[in-house]
């Protein structure tokens, strides 16, 4: 069995190092590639809104272009995160516009 050190990518962050070791043994045992597991690793960053930055040093890209290159379709568009802010602010109106009901009356 491959030593499971060989498969950590590059970091700065030791807490980082240790999870993408685990993620990639428990990976590699059910079959699945280091590629594979690379971008389920880069997935899982995105997906709990780590910024491009972070996700390139994890990575060990050179630099955030080349995450975006290779990545940029996980990442929501701008279309996606206008719109849910635009719902949010007028639910968070709707929300403060709503009448107060006196409950000692």
Do not use: F
Request: charged share 25%; glycine share 2%.
């Amino acid at each position: 069995m491959a030593n499971e050190h060989q498969y950590r990518w590059s970091t700065s962050k030791s807490t980082a190092r240790s999870s993408s070791t685990r993620t990639t043994t428990s990976l590699q045992t059910e079959g699945h590639r280091t590629h594979a597991v690379r971008h389920h690793y880069a997935s899982l960053l995105i997906k709990h809104g780590e910024s491009v930055k972070t996700v390139s040093e994890r990575l060990g890209h050179t630099n955030a272009a080349m995450t975006l290159n290779i990545y940029t379709h996980l990442w929501p568009d701008s279309e996606e995160r206008t719109r849910a802010a635009v719902d949010k602010a007028y639910a968070d109106r709707s929300a403060d516009a709503q009448p107060q009901v006196d409950e000692a009356a």
